[in-house]
């Protein structure tokens, strides 16, 4: 590559070359926290500490895993890269609204990943988890001003982010397309954005209060100073529990799109999915955070409030699922790498799914909200899910991007190891945690029957390692030597496929803007 095209790559404004930074971004955040959560196995293999045995070390390898992963690999990896991708394509528009804010955005966010990467090279290295709950975080001797800047750089990028799509969806989409003829990722990345912009100044302040009371002395989490420690958790979790919405959204509509373009079905109750599933979600979401504190200190007559409402978000999301599985329905399925992906994401949302609905009950989340059953809950229903929901999406759009196809024999091998690998993993996590295994420990000296359970969750993410390995692998030679992909390659009816060509060029359509009638949609599989 010259000099001449790289400095074309720093410098666009393109929404694709953008997302393709967001994309390298936010692999490069999942490669590093993955060798993070390696250390976090290797670490339990026996009872007093496996290969390594420094808990300072251990807290900082989960504070590294967690907001790696859930900060700068899912949600800028779905509402970054695929976001800024195809949304323009998917509406058929040129561009986003503010190209020069959108490469801002993700200069942005690779700030924060350097600042995060240097975080783990200073002495004093942030240990302070992904949530920087206080007292901890500020009387640790470790760095919570880097966490809490790394959160600040990331929380603006989504922000510039989430006001340029919802005015690019608005009021820049193709003549003739109302809102009921927008593809389902469209809307849930309109949705997630919606949350974005409601919730992030939120988090913003919680973490700059955490700043100011290591730093500058204020006791906004102090009780001997006045403050209140719980203050700092529901802020927290007041945004991140949407949070949890930001990455189910966006990763639900790339499996709307998969799953439909490969059953060659139309999305099964599109209205529903719509508004009584993304907006049910968007309503909602703020009123349960509460579910996650429920071992906090608060009166019960709030934790059986915010019983009821996290009971009652399996509403809109099981209109979702339901409308994903209708779509199945009498199809005929085309299985590839992309469509395998996407099935396996089914079966870990019905297990995270299930898994969850007695955690949202006080009686019994009281009893494992601080286990290791809350641990494979969360990767089984979020972290799995996307993660793998990202990876159906690269494989699908993959054609687009490159003119080539990934799909080949070590990507189809890479599947089968990631996924018995994470059952292998987490599936151990939910029995220990019911007989009482803690979370978060580095060592569990005094819990030595867990330890067939710990060894076999190690030997899965080994499993786990080489499957991504695979994976990786499949891509970098996909792109460089795969076959070549047809225009639409996967006779796709959504606009990205059918009028833009592959990998699309300055301005995505070339002669006219697209235009479309009145009965057309993305998912007119039926002619």
């Known amino acids: 590559m010259s000099d001449f095209k790289l400095t074309e790559w720093i410098f666009t404004t393109d929404h694709k070359r953008v997302g393709i930074l967001y994309l390298i971004g936010s692999l490069a955040a999942f490669g590093v926290a993955g060798c993070a959560a390696v250390y976090i196995r290797l670490n339990q293999l026996s009872p007093s500490g496996g290969l390594f045995s420094d808990p300072q070390n251990y807290n900082i390898a989960l504070y590294f895993h967690g907001a790696a992963m859930i900060l700068a690999f899912l949600i800028p990896g779905l509402t970054g890269f695929f976001a800024n991708y195809l949304v323009p394509l998917m509406i058929g528009a ?304 993959f054609p687009k991007m490159t003119g080539r196809v990934a799909d080949s024999k070590p990507a189809l091998i890479g599947f089968w190891l990631n996924f018995v690998g994470v059952t292998m993993t987490f599936t151990p996590l939910f029995i220990i945690g019911m007989q009482g295994m803690p979370r978060r420990y580095a060592t569990y000296e005094q819990f030595p029957q867990f330890e067939p359970y710990h060894q076999m969750a190690t030997l899965g993410a080994m499993v786990v390692v080489v499957g991504m390995l695979l994976t990786f692998y499949s891509w970098i030679n996909g792109a460089i030597r795969g076959p070549k992909a047809a225009e639409n390659h996967w006779r796709s009816k959504s606009l990205e496929w059918t009028h833009a060509p592959s990998p699309p060029g300055p301005g995505n359509f070339p002669g006219q803007d697209p235009e479309v009638a009145k009965e057309w949609t993305p998912y007119d599989y039926a002619r």
């Open 94 to 397: 040129r561009d986003v609204a503010f190209p020069r804010i959108n490469a801002f955005s993700v200069w942005l966010f690779f700030a924060a990943i350097v600042l995060a990467l240097i975080s783990l090279m200073v002495s004093d290295g942030p240990d302070v988890m992904w949530t920087g709950y206080p007292p901890y975080s500020v009387t640790t001797v470790g760095n919570t001003a880097f966490y809490v800047f790394t959160v600040h750089l990331l929380g603006f990028s989504s922000i510039l982010g989430a006001v340029n799509f919802l005015v690019t969806i608005l009021y820049m989409r193709a003549k003739g397309m109302g809102f009921n003829q927008m593809n389902i990722f469209v809307w849930t990345v309109l949705g997630a954005f919606v949350l974005q912009l409601i919730f992030i100044p939120v988090l913003a302040s919680a973490v700059t209060m955490l700043l100011f009371d290591k730093y500058l002395g204020t006791h906004f989490f102090d009780p001997t100073g006045g403050g209140d420690v719980l203050l700092y958790q529901n802020l927290f979790w007041f945004y991140s529990h949407p949070a949890v919405y930001v990455i189910l959204l966006p990763a639900m509509g790339v499996l709307f799109e998969v799953i439909s373009t490969m059953a060659k079905n139309r999305v099964f109750n599109y209205k529903a999915c719509v508004y009584g599933g993304v907006f049910g979600l968007i309503l909602l979401s703020g009123e349960v955070w509460v579910h996650h504190l429920y071992v906090a200190g608060m009166p019960n007559w709030l934790r059986t409030g915010q019983m009821v409402t996290t009971l009652l978000i399996s509403v809109p999301v099981g209109l979702m699922v339901i409308s994903l599985w209708g779509t199945l329905y009498r199809a005929a399925i085309t299985y590839n790498v992309a469509m395998h992906y996407a099935c396996a994401c089914l079966f870990l949302l019905l297990v995270g799914g299930l898994t969850g609905i007695p955690l949202a009950m006080t009686v019994l989340d009281l009893h494992l909200g601080e286990t290791a059953f809350i641990h494979a809950h969360f990767h089984f229903v979020m972290a799995l899910f996307a993660t793998f929901s990202i990876f159906s999406g690269i494989y699908f759009w």
